[in-house]
């Protein structure tokens, strides 16, 4: 019965070519686009799943309050936080603390290996599912000096494969500027992309004791830890969180200890990749707003293509009308003509699935290429998200979907009355046209809300880009400073020689010499005070060290005061005692105007310091932050960064020349370059692949929703050509009857642009507030939507239309 229900479908399907084909490339297409999308946000959801327990770890964040107001927001604290929550509270099973995440340079035969790299503490491997191919876990990171290389650092490093990882074990490799070897005792495996924590080494915490001090372990004020808990089965983390201010009160007692009220939060792991809003963030991480929102479009895109099939098959029903009357007179039930329809539902699904599978398997590279994640269909069917039970969910979606597209128009296909039909008496329900409308309705306003939240992207992304920083950043060549070479009382002489000696050639306008750059998250001054009578309580400022020609080759202007002087610095940076501060600092300190600071002092790390000049106010890091009050020191350092303004077009020849130099200062250390408006862009790299994605699959959207539009209307139009001939018999225009086969479906885009408006202004002003400095949403973004809506809808309505007025009249007559 069944195989004789799909080759009626394969002759119906045959026998209406064009409806096949507009109901076949719109489910392609749109589950094409939902297949695509649903690898984003399954490998999105998926990080740090593949931690045993990973739902009872937790990482611990640290609000930091001075006189009522949030000053950090962060990942990083103290380092006994970890110890002593595990000490106090039986509720908490394990404990790890890591610390100075960031690129190393990793030396064996002479030969340099750049790594991102972190110092961890002897429970690191064993908290977290990152498994050993040679060595113990246990005791790996246990003594001084130790190290863990990735399974790709002991290939690219020793040459090693998988047989002789073991052969490592006791190898020694030199790191940065240390004379004490690192003695390697294990072997990692690569940490998985989907890890918020990326690090190809791992040095022993220990080390830390070694080289920093005891503090490390024993400090209440020094915050440079990261600390991450694993709860016992069965324990509530916000009934543990009700007891962090009492732990809070016991060890700070207010502010008296750190200078700051400390407030502790659980983030769960889950959290940390998409829903990380704090500063100094340790790991990788993403938008979560973004990826729902990805998932929401996923779901308007099939519905979309759903309901295209739902209203070209109900649309066609005085058609079918009559199929259906002889087969109920050839004694066909209500079960039987349901089961019949229902199966051209299911035949056209399949293959529309079959063939969107091969269409996601060819535009694989080009998705990946846009998201620059290692994305694929295997991530759903059982490596993604959920694993096994993602490909479960996504199958009963499909079916249950396919089956609901399909009952609509197979009970009111079969709910005609044999008699009427076959007395030509049958007439369309009003209640069906009301249900292709609403769903017409329901497709452009999806569009239209999918339109405005493209429009608003873009113009937020643009707005970002073009805004003025505050700085120049144009065409300025950044080099990683020598960290190979140490800093010695001739340090400062030769970082000016090098700059001096590049700024005789006209290809280099200026040069500075910074441990810190734009786009990067600074270090804080905490409890910084004015000195004297109006001294007041502490505040907490940003602190960049540059040298005297920052602020020229930037180019950010005085407010107040002077620049940098060369006697302002000291190899011995106990005797540095000037700084600068921007204007947002001299605020924060209560000083009325960027003049009366100049020549004040300040309190800084228990020592006084001369504030010689205020400068105007810039954007340290991207737009979704608010500008940083930043106290500004003469330090130098070997291990900062060169920045130098490039006169010249030719920028190969200036990089070799720059190079040559640098080697001829600083021998023994590896170059390597970028520019500055690239690094600084590359904060903004997620909201473009998110405005790319929207804008791509939203235009997906828009077409599918026309196709469906275009077949509607393609069928109304047919069933309307004996009108269109005695219309133009009596003498009506083309224009007129297009206007006329138009206007009912314009209303209906109309209706959706009136609907879909609010709903798109929710949801763009709630993506927007992630942002600091951001447009305004202004009345014409939705008009510009609901023209764009309304411009396609006729387009795609008028080329039927026009088709049909040009009909000779003749043609629809001669059955009359």
């Not at 404990?95 to 030969?111: A, E, H, I, V, W």
């Not at 290429?369 to 994305?375: A, G, Q, T, W, Y």
């Not at 020849?653 to 001829?664: D, M």
């Amino acid at each position: 019965m069944f195989q004789n229900y799909f080759k009626i479908a394969l002759r119906n399907m045959w026998k209406n070519k064009v409806f096949s084909i507009v109901n076949l490339t719109g489910l392609v297409v749109g589950i094409t686009a939902c297949l695509m999308i649903l690898q984003y946000v399954s490998y999105e959801l998926s990080f740090d799943q593949f931690h045993t327990d990973a739902e009872r770890i937790y990482r611990i964040t640290n609000d930091r309050f001075q006189q009522g107001k949030l000053i950090q927001h962060g990942t990083i604290t103290y380092p006994t936080i970890g110890p002593t929550m595990a000490k106090d509270f039986q509720e908490v099973e394990a404990y790890t603390t890591m610390s100075n995440p960031g690129t190393f340079k990793l030396q064996r035969d002479k030969k340099i290996f750049e790594e991102q790299g972190l110092y961890a503490d002897n429970h690191f491997l064993s908290f977290f599912t990152f498994p050993l191919l040679a060595g113990e876990a246990k005791s790996a990171l246990s003594r001084p000096y130790s190290i863990v290389l990735s399974e790709s650092n002991a290939k690219r490093i020793f040459g090693a494969n998988q047989s002789n990882y073991a052969s490592l074990i006791g190898k020694s490799i030199l790191i940065d500027l240390d004379t004490q070897p690192y003695q390697i005792t294990g072997i990692v495996k690569d940490f998985p992309a989907a890890s918020h924590l990326q690090y190809g080494a791992l040095m022993s915490y220990e080390t830390l004791v070694t080289t920093w001090g005891a503090w490390v372990k024993t400090s209440w004020d020094g915050s440079d830890m990261w600390h991450y808990l694993k709860l016992k089965n069965r324990v509530n983390a916000a009934d543990l969180e009700q007891k962090f201010p009492a732990f809070s009160e016991r060890y700070f007692q207010g502010d008296k200890v750190s200078g700051s009220v400390e407030k502790f939060y659980l983030q769960p792991l889950s959290q940390t990749h998409l829903f990380s809003d704090y500063e100094y963030e340790i790991g990788n991480v993403n938008n979560g707003k973004a990826v729902w929102t990805m998932l929401i479009i996923a779901a308007f895109i099939l519905i979309i293509a759903w309901v295209n099939y739902i209203n070209l098959l109900t649309a066609r029903s005085m058609e079918r009308a009559k199929e259906v009357g002889v087969r109920k007179v050839a004694g066909a039930t209500s079960k039987q003509l349901i089961w019949q329809f229902l199966s051209e539902s299911v035949l056209l699904n399949m293959l529309a699935m079959a063939m969107a599978i091969c269409l996601a398997v060819i535009l694989q590279p080009f998705l990946n290429s846009i998201v620059d994640r290692p994305l694929s269909l295997a991530l759903l069917t059982g490596s993604g998200y959920g694993g096994a039970a993602m490909a479960i969910v996504l199958g009963l979606v499909f079916v249950a979907g396919t089956l609901l597209s399909g009952f609509y128009p197979a009970f009111a296909l079969s709910a005609f009355k044999a008699i009427s039909v076959l007395k030509g008496s049958f007439k369309r329900s009003a209640k069906g046209v009301w249900v292709r409308q609403s769903l017409v309705v329901f497709q452009y306003t999806t569009s239209v809300v999918l339109i405005v939240g493209t429009l608003i992207v873009y113009r937020q992304l643009e707005f970002m880009r073009k805004q003025h920083l505050g700085f120049n950043m144009e065409k300025v060549l950044v080099i990683p400073g020598a960290d190979l070479t140490r800093f010695d009382s001739t340090a400062i002489d030769r970082i000016n020689a090098f700059k001096s000696e590049l700024k005789r050639y006209r290809e280099i306008q200026s040069a500075t010499a910074s441990i810190n750059l734009f786009g990067n998250r600074l270090s804080r001054a905490f409890n910084v005070k004015r000195v004297g009578a109006d001294q007041g309580k502490g505040v907490t400022l940003s602190r960049m060290d540059v040298d005297l020609d920052f602020f020229h080759t930037y180019q950010i202007n005085l407010a107040a005061g002077r620049n940098f002087l060369p006697t302002d610095s000291d190899p011995d940076g106990r005797k540095v005692t000037n700084a600068m501060i921007n204007v947002s600092a001299a605020k924060l300190l209560g000083f009325p105007d960027a003049e009366s600071a100049v020549g004040k002092k300040i309190l800084l790390f228990n020592r006084e310091w001369e504030v010689v000049g205020v400068v105007k106010d810039f954007h340290q890091q991207s737009l979704k932050h608010a500008i940083e009050p930043v106290l500004f020191r003469p330090y130098y350092t070997n291990g900062g960064y060169f920045s130098f303004k490039i006169a010249s077009a030719d920028l190969e020849k200036t990089i070799g020349l720059v190079e040559a130099k640098y080697r001829q200062f600083y021998p023994g250390n590896d170059f390597s370059y970028f520019f500055m408006d690239e690094q600084f862009n590359r904060q903004y790299k997620d909201d473009k692949t998110f405005g790319q994605i929207t804008s791509f699959f939203s235009l997906l959207a828009v077409l599918i929703a026309s196709l469906g539009i275009f077949g509607l209307s393609s069928y109304t139009i047919s069933q309307r050509t004996k009108e269109i001939g005695v219309r133009k018999v009596l003498g009506a225009t083309i224009s007129s009857i297009v206007a006329l086969l138009s206007v009912d479906f314009l209303k209906l885009v109309l209706i959706a642009i009136v609907i879909g408006s609010p709903v798109a202004w929710f949801g763009v002003k709630h993506w927007l507030d992630d942002f600091a400095y951001k447009i305004e949403i202004e009345w014409w973004m939705f008009v510009l939507a609901g023209l764009l809506a309304v411009v396609i809808a006729f387009l795609t309505v008028s080329s039927q239309a026009i088709k049909a007025a040009l009909m000779n009249p003749a043609k629809s007559l001669k059955s009359e």
